[in-house]
Structures are given as structure tokens and as C-alpha cells.
């Protein structure tokens, strides 16, 4: 099972995503970098941007552009299995909204939410599920 993430300089999702101790890639942080391309099925993690815009009514833009770049790539995008956002809860309504959105359009589960790097329930409960039901989730590495 591969996990593919997005981390703001803040590594607050590296963090979380290293304590899943699941086999990993990172989607570049900066524009310029060569963009990665995966090859088998992967669950994204990625943070939210722009909380409370529901209290604001302002446009929202909460998912990382690192994100879009590397989803807007057909062949990145036919390998996404589910969806595990981060967010700070102090977004209200929009904490974890990256996942709803990317859920929404790449028609996959959003699977689970943590707050900033997670706490110990957040690792234990979303790798223990990703784990139980990657067969389910389409997860498991096909042979090639």
C-alpha cells in the first residue's frame, strides 16, 4: 500500500504520515521540482488551506496547489484509491475540507481527518483502517 502526500514547510502531514509506517512518497513542495508520477494504487494525504471561509463566504481555495498540479495529471489520478485529510480544527465547518473536495471530484472515500500532525488515536485508527480494508479500498499493489 502506497501513500502519497503533500506538506506544507510546516511537515505538520510528513509527520503524521511517518508515523503511519506505511511505504511512502512525498508530492514536491515546490512548483519548479520535477513533479512525481505514480505507478500503483495510493492513498492521498494532504492539509487543508483556508479555514473558516464558510463563516466568511470568501472563496476558498483549500487545496494545496502541489496537490491540483499533481491530480490534474490523468495517470497520478487513476491510481488514487481514498483520501485521508489534516486540518486544524479552529476551521470550523472547512477542517478537513481538502478531503471533501478531492473526495468529491476524484469520486473516491474520504476515509479519515486528524488535526495539525495527528495524536496517537489519529495514527492508530487511520493506519489500522487502511490497513484492514485495502483490499476494499483497492490499495493492494497489483502484480505486474
Do not use: W
Not at 495510493?42 to 492539509?47: A, E, G, Q
Not at 486544524?88 to 478531503?99: E, I
Amino acid at each position: 500500500m502506497l501513500v502519497v502526500y503533500s506538506s506544507s514547510v510546516t511537515d505538520n502531514t510528513h509527520r503524521f504520515v511517518q508515523k503511519l509506517d506505511l511505504p511512502n512518497v512525498r508530492i514536491p513542495l515546490r512548483l519548479k521540482d520535477e513533479p512525481l508520477i505514480v505507478n500503483e494504487p495510493y492513498v492521498l494525504v494532504c492539509p487543508t488551506y483556508g479555514g473558516g471561509v464558510s463563516l466568511t463566504g470568501e472563496n476558498s481555495r483549500p487545496v494545496p496547489r502541489q496537490v491540483i498540479r499533481f491530480l490534474n495529471n490523468e495517470h497520478n489520478r487513476s491510481f488514487i484509491r481514498a483520501v485521508v485529510a489534516g486540518g486544524n480544527s479552529n476551521f470550523g465547518a472547512d477542517f478537513g475540507k481538502a478531503g471533501e473536495v478531492i473526495s468529491a471530484k476524484c469520486k473516491v472515500p474520504y476515509v479519515y481527518r486528524f488535526e495539525m500532525m495527528g495524536n496517537e488515536d489519529d495514527v492508530r485508527i487511520c493506519r489500522g483502517g487502511l490497513v484492514q480494508n485495502a483490499a476494499k479500498l483497492g490499495l493492494e499493489k497489483q502484480a505486474s
